[in-house]
């Protein structure tokens, strides 16, 4: 296994080839080498390898700890796992987290970045406090969360106090990825708009005096002033947001554990429960090989699409 | 977007993305008396806005922090009225006093503290050399080497994260006390080693190092310095932004990482603070505890974000200046 996989990877590695030595002693080429051991070895073993074994253990049944080596096993991961209602229910729910979050948090993070860009005294204080939950762990505020989520905690307390019952947010299979929506927008929200109001500034200032002197209302500068300036932005932001979707972990497993009936489990989940807690590396690496052909492919997606855009 | 304007505008008849009060109408001389009315319409509302999303942002965090310090069954007589949100009532330590009781938290602390140092130390040296590398030497496999460390920034650490770990399983390792032995599982480096090397942070210091000016090498050269002597004496001391971006935006991940602690440690005494969390969920929550655990493990990373905010928020804007 081992052997096999290293080699793909081997290209990686700088060869050190006869180029033109700038000064006398060691080559450029030698130098470049041995700057780039450290990073190159670290890369090629903790990131290109575990990338290629995703795909080789995907067809054997390796277990984490076993005495016996994996052994190669065809589809039967596959096979398995497209029979399972558990994986579908993790696909799904995965994808409906993406789907919401990706346009719902991209647009509100705009429009907090429009919110906070403007030249004023005092607006500093804003941004600060609307970037406070994106440096708390997502940890702590799933805690919080879980907290405020409780039938009989702060939401259903402020909810009573407007003549509303709240529901066992996190109880009920029908709310409980909903909620769960909600705290991720709101934790990571204020890094997007961060991203966003870093492009707005780019965005040269005449553009919209010459905009204003030609009669443009502001919905019109919008339309081709702001958006067209943030096209670059919007792509990156798209794709950041996309794979941290996909990526949807720790809440679930402080939350919900997967649960109600399997309403919030994901993809990232139920590899951590079957490839750690139940040991079956080989059935959990099928999972996230998965997991990675849907991340490359909406990747693949956005960038194309985006391109045309940027093509008209 | 469309979505959201309605709402970022109010009732406003015409729905007016914010930013341009800023850039045109404190620019322009507004005329008309109705255009003026209508300007202070909108900012009164833009105002009422901002200060409505400071609430949602700020409370909670707010209530985790005041809580902390109420017994629990006064945390939820409170949760009807302001009060939640206030430092009233019966306030004591008593629910930071209870924290040692659960979990050793000390040592959790010491853990954190350093596996994060480690990271990001040995991150900031060992990237920033091979962006140096990658940036300023010419070497033939450059551009190839480059491609592959940018295609790598796709795949999230998540889609590996079960085979890596059956991976460090197998992994040998030396030790002067141990001597040679297999498997990386319940140690420091299996929290440190693997989250080194990070492809974004070479990209950072790549493009950074890309903005200096070629000839300084040169200079450098013709007094007789070498490539590494280039890159400690010339090159790292004109990279204090790029430093400090590299170093805020591994610290975050570092001090942060739950996932694969969770799966990489049995032992207690290597465990880091936010595995610490799960200790808290057993029977009987006491929620005050876990609020005061909660409050004691983000405290000190939200003041470091207070004080260092500009560069905290240079860094996540430059990380998203990429193409």
Not at chain 1, 79 to 95: E, G, I, K, Q, W
Not at chain 2, 236 to 258: D, E, K, R
Request: proline share 6%; aromatic share 12%; with cysteine.
């Amino acid at each position: 296994m081992t052997t096999s996989t290293f080699k793909p990877a081997v290209p990686a590695q700088p060869a050190a080839p006869p180029a033109r030595a700038k000064r006398a002693g060691r080559r450029p080429g030698t130098v470049a080498f041995l700057m780039l051991v450290p990073a190159g070895v670290l890369i090629l073993t903790f990131l290109l390898v575990p990338i290629v074994l995703t795909f080789g253990l995907a067809f054997t049944n390796a277990r984490l700890i076993s005495p016996q080596p994996a052994r190669f096993i065809g589809f039967d991961n596959f096979v398995r796992l497209f029979d399972s209602d558990t994986f579908y229910a993790s696909l799904r729910n995965t994808l409906v987290f993406a789907i919401v979050i990706v346009p719902v948090q991209s647009a509100i993070a705009l429009g907090l970045a429009m919110l906070i860009n403007v030249k004023m005294r005092g607006v500093n204080f804003f941004r600060t406090i609307y970037f406070l939950p994106v440096v708390t762990s997502i940890v702590v505020v799933s805690i919080l969360w879980l907290f405020l989520y409780q039938p009989n905690g702060l939401i259903n307390a402020l909810l009573a106090n407007v003549g509303i019952q709240g529901p066992d947010w996190l109880g009920n299979p029908n709310t409980a990825l909903f909620a769960i929506i909600v705290l991720s927008i709101w934790q990571a929200v204020g890094f997007h708009m961060v991203i966003w109001l870093s492009g707005l500034q780019t965005i040269p200032g005449e553009l919209y005096e010459a905009a204003s002197i030609d009669g443009a209302n502001p919905w019109q500068q919008f339309a081709y002033v702001t958006w067209p300036g943030l096209r670059q932005t919007a792509i990156f932001i798209l794709i950041t947001i996309t794979i941290s979707a996909f990526a949807l972990f720790s809440q679930v497993n402080i939350m919900t554990q997967g649960g109600p009936l399997d309403a919030t489990t994901t993809l990232v989940f139920q590899a951590v429960r079957t490839g750690f807690q139940q040991q079956q590396t080989g059935y959990a690496a099928a999972i996230s090989l998965v997991f990675f052909v849907l991340v490359l492919v909406v990747s693949l997606i956005q960038r194309y699409l985006t391109r045309e855009k940027d093509a008209r | 977007m469309t979505d959201l304007m309605p709402r970022a505008a109010g009732e406003e008849p015409h729905a007016v993305p914010d930013d341009h009060l800023g850039h045109v109408a404190d620019s322009t001389p507004v005329v008309h008396k109705a255009g003026e009315r209508k300007h202070l319409v909108r900012n009164i509302l833009t105002w009422i806005l901002r200060i409505v999303l400071t609430l949602v942002f700020g409370l909670p965090l707010l209530f985790m922090i005041v809580s902390s310090f109420k017994p629990d069954l006064q945390i939820f007589s409170d949760l009807t009225s302001i009060k939640a949100f206030l430092p009233v009532g019966d306030l004591s330590l008593d629910n930071y006093a209870g924290i040692s009781e659960r979990v050793p938290f000390a040592r959790f602390l010491i853990n954190s503290v350093i596996i994060t140092i480690c990271t990001v130390a040995f991150g900031l040296i060992v990237n920033s050399m091979a962006a140096f590398a990658l940036s300023r030497i010419k070497f033939r496999g450059q551009k190839i080497i480059l491609g592959i460390i940018l295609a790598t920034l796709i795949v999230p650490f998540e889609t590996m994260a079960l085979p890596l770990l059956w991976w460090v399983n197998k992994l040998p390792y030396f030790d002067f006390v141990n001597g040679f032995t297999q498997g990386w599982l319940d140690s420091y480096q299996v929290q440190i080693v693997p989250f080194i090397a990070n492809a974004f942070s070479i990209f950072l210091f790549y493009q950074y190092f890309d903005t200096i000016p070629k000839s300084l090498d040169e200079a450098a050269t013709v007094d007789g310095a070498g490539w590494f002597r280039i890159y400690r004496s010339v090159i790292m001391p004109l990279s204090g932004p790029a430093i400090a971006t590299v170093a805020i935006l591994t610290f975050l991940p570092a001090w942060n990482q739950y996932l694969w602690p969770l799966m990489v440690v049995q032992s207690e005494e290597l465990r880091p603070v936010m595995v610490g969390i799960d200790y808290f969920k057993q029977l009987n929550v006491s929620w005050g505890q876990l609020m005061a655990y909660a409050s004691i493990i983000t405290v000190p990373v939200l003041i470091m974000f207070i004080a260092f905010q500009r560069s905290f928020i240079n860094s996540i804007a430059s990380s998203g200046v990429k193409g």
